[in-house]
Structure formats: C-alpha cells, structure tokens
C-alpha cells in the first residue's frame, strides 16, 4: 500500500480501536505500525489484537509492523486512609515500608531498592512530577522529606527517581512473561521501558533471541547520558517524551529530541518521536495549532516515525487523528524548505560498500530521471542504509522474508514488497521493475536504480548497482545472461 510521504506512523490499539472494522481503516488511512500497549489488558486481549492486524495485512497484502511495548517496572506510593493528602509547601514528608495507609505526614514506598539508592539532596517526583520532594535523610528503608511543590497525593500515584541510577532490571517479573509472549506471538518489535543503560538492552536481546527487533525507550536521565551507548546495541528508539519531560526539564526535552533523531539517522536505525503529538484529539476532532507545529517539526527533524498514544487507543477520533498526521506529513515533505534540511542534515562517515553502493544510488537519483531506488535485502541492513540517505526518490525495499519486511514498516521511505529468493542478478532486475510498476511508481518508459548484493540471500553482501529500464523487454535485451 503506497503511502504519498515517507515519514511512517504508529498508532497505539485499545478500547476505541480494538475492531477489524477500525484496524483495517486506520491502516487505510495511514499506519504503518500497531503498538500494543502491555500495560493494559490481558494477553488474550493483545492475543486477539495481533490476529486481527495480521488478518488485516493479508487481506490487504500490506506488510504491517506489530510493536509490543513492555510495561517496566511501575513505581508507585501507597494507599492513603482517606485515599488521598494533601501535602504543603514546606512541610516534612516521610516516605517508608510501612504498609500502614498514609496521611498527610507519611505513606509507604513498597520499593526498598529506591530507598537503597537515595541521597540526601535527591528528588522524588509523585504524579507526573505534580508533586515533589526533596531528600533531606534516608536510610535502608526510609526517606525524610520537605515538599518542594505541594497539591494533593493520592492512592498509588507514580513515582519518578530523576537523579539516581535506581538498581532496578529494566524487565520486572510481568515484563518477562509478556516478553516471551510477544515474541511467542510473533511480533516485529519489541519496545523496552526504563532503560537506563546498554546491558538493560543486552538482557532483553538474550532472552529474545533474535525474534524481534529491540526499541530502546528513552526516558530517564541516565539513558540520555548513555544515549550512544544505548544506541550502539539497539535496533531502534523511541523517544519517549512524557516521563522524559517529568524528570528533566521540559525546556531540555526538544534539543535532546533533536540530538537523538540526527544519531539514530546517523547510525542508520529507525527512530520514533512519541507522546502527547495530538493529545486534544482525544476528545475534539481538530488538533491545536501547536500539537499540529510539534507534529512537523519532528518530521522536518528527519524522524522516521510519528506516534498517536490515547488519541488512537482511547479517543473519540482515531481515524481523525491517523488522517491529521498524515496530511501533515505529505505537506511537510512537499515543503522545498523539508528537503533542504534533509540534505543539510546528512552526516554520514561510513566506509563500507555497502555504504558507498547506497550513497552513490541517491546521488544518480537525484541527478538524473530516476524515478525510484529498487534495494533488495534479506537482514533489512541496505533498506536502512538507504533510508539513512533519505533520497528524493521512492524507496522500494524487496525481501523474500516477511519478517524482514514488517521490521522496515517502521523505517522512513521503505515501501516494502515480497519477492521470491533469487539467483541471478537479472531476475532481481526483472522483480524491481515489476514492483516499481505495479506500485505505481514508475511506468514502462522509467528508469530506476538497482541495488543488490551477490552472492544473493547473504546478508551484509550489497556489492551492485545497476541503472535499468522498467521495460523487462529491454533488460533481456541488454543484459541476456
């Protein structure tokens, strides 16, 4: 299903968008990628979900990309005996293990590795930061407290720990069992939550065991300081701009987004920007002007995904949502302005064929009347390569592996096509004509860009370029062997 912008879009299923009916619209009208949220429902629930998607993709032979984002470990306070308090400027707060319910001048904390890890002068962080506390003494199971910004706490709020690497596993006892899972189920991606460094993602990646690509979600101070790190060992990022934005200053939030889409570009690894992009949406049908500018500048930014959260999941107009990102997208990218910056912003040193072989396929197509660059790949590594160039041309990315293609789903420009293995160079030829005809984007009288490696089916081999007719009569003609 051809898409009229390159940018992709992830929409988030829940009780609004939960249908075959609804699935296959929003799919029509513009998703790329499914994210099933872990943290709500049952298996069966999600279970029921993956079928439809997949249901909804062969009916539509559209390889569709499933995401399946892992809950973390959730921290949260007590219960309270009026089931919320209200906390004062100033006043000492004490957090702690006793399970007693809570008042205005203590609740309990059930998390002793939090406690484990304060120090005095740390911040505590209570409902999306709407509260918060700084650490004057703690102890192995304690935390005496002055409230900084006061207002009412309640039963099990959440808990953010912005200034301490908490000695907490980024995969808790749920998180492993929707794991094993997913991948059980087949899904194409795998988001993790509360990363904080590298070997969070080297725990995941053992246990999932090559059956899904890995989403670093990054949203903690630590990650970002580790970024590079992080993005050395993961397939792909999610910045995840919510409890990104409670923990650190939202006024740092945009250049760090920023930062972390021009690496990811660079490393050639796909990158979503994610979070509240159209939250008004939930419950009007127009977005505001400003979601409608964040929107765009994330897109300008050279992201390769944008996600909708509740506005798909819960809201009053899914379908209105996926259509707003979309017009978006294509006005953005038709945009002269868009182009420029994408060309400004190419910052790629690598050195391999691989590398040269992609970058020489967008320079002959934006200099000459190629109408698209034809890549086959089997690991999914030259479609990535060539998306990090971000040609002015449509990408067509061919695969004999179906899981191949659903991963690229998520990546910027690839439009993903099913082909059978091959073992001559010719026919490979003969299949990207085809795939660029019946795409409608190219006619018989075109020229496109093949880029292939040989031997074929070997991952990591793209050692060929050839510029060919879309006519097949005259590829035999030319190249009879």
């Known amino acids: 299903m051809r898409r009229q912008r390159n940018v992709k879009i992830v929409a988030t299923l ?3 968008s939960d249908s075959y009916d609804m699935i296959r619209a929003l799919h029509e009208t513009g998703v790329d990628v499914f994210r099933l949220n872990m943290s709500h429902g049952t298996q069966d629930d999600i279970r029921d979900k993956h079928r439809i998607i997949r249901q909804v993709e062969k009916d539509l032979d559209s390889p569709i990309a499933i995401l399946a984002d892992l809950q973390g ?8 005996a009026s089931s919320s308090a209200e906390l004062e400027i100033g006043a000492a707060f004490r957090l702690d293990l006793n399970s007693a319910d809570g008042d205005e001048t203590r609740v309990c904390l059930p998390h002793s590795e939090i406690f484990a890890a304060l120090e005095p002068g740390a911040n505590l962080l209570v409902n999306d930061g709407k509260i918060r506390l ?20 309640s039963d099990r709020k959440g808990v953010n720990v912005p200034d301490v690497l908490l000695p907490l ?25 509360f990363v904080q460094k590298p070997e969070d993602v080297n725990e995941a990646k053992v246990l999932i065991n090559g059956r899904a690509a890995v989403m670093s979600k990054i949203e903690k101070p630590s990650a970002v300081e580790r970024f590079d790190d992080i993005l050395a060992v993961s397939d792909g990022i999610m910045v995840a701009r919510g409890d990104l934005g409670v923990e650190l200053p939202v006024s740092a939030v945009p250049p760090i987004q920023k930062r972390m889409v021009r690496r990811c570009r660079s490393a050639a690894k796909p990158v979503i920007v994610a979070t509240q992009m159209l939250e008004s949406m939930i419950e009007n049908p127009m977005p505001t002007r400003a979601e409608v500018s964040d929107v ?8 390769d995904a944008v996600m909708l959260s509740a506005e798909s999941a819960a809201g009053n107009y899914p379908i209105e949502a996926v259509q707003t990102m979309n017009d978006v997208a294509i006005e953005v990218e038709s945009d002269p302005t868009y182009a420029q910056i994408i060309a400004g912003s190419r910052n790629v040193k690598g050195s391999s064929i691989a590398d040269g072989i992609v970058a020489s396929a967008r320079e002959i197509a934006e200099t000459t009347e190629i109408k698209a660059i034809c890549c086959f790949t089997q690991s999914g590594t030259t479609a990535l390569l060539t998306a990090r160039e971000r040609p002015g041309v449509p990408i067509i990315a061919l695969t004999s592996l179906r899981g191949t293609a659903r991963r690229l789903a998520m990546s910027w420009g ?68």
């Open 296 to 303: 765009a500048t994330a897109i300008y930014e050279g992201t």
């Open 169 to 193: 596993t980024a995969l808790s006892e749920k998180d492993l069992a929707d794991l094993e899972f997913a991948c059980q189920l087949g899904v194409d991606w795998i988001a993790l939550s």
């Open 14 to 16: 829940g009780p609004a």
């Open 73 to 80: 470990p959730k921290l949260r306070v007590g219960t309270f």
């Open 414 to 481: 690839c439009n993903c096509v099913m082909t059978n293995e091959l073992g001559r160079f010719k026919m490979a030829v003969v299949d990207a004509a085809r795939a660029a005809r019946n795409g409608g984007f190219a006619t018989e009288t075109d020229l496109i860009v093949v880029t292939a490696g040989v031997p074929f089916n070997v991952p990591g081999t793209t050692n060929i370029l050839r510029v060919a007719p879309c006519d097949e009569r005259l590829i035999f003609r030319t190249d009879p062997g």
């Open 134 to 153: 700084k650490v004057e003494t703690c102890g192995a199971d304690f935390a005496n407290c002055v409230v900084v910004v006061g207002g009412t706490i």
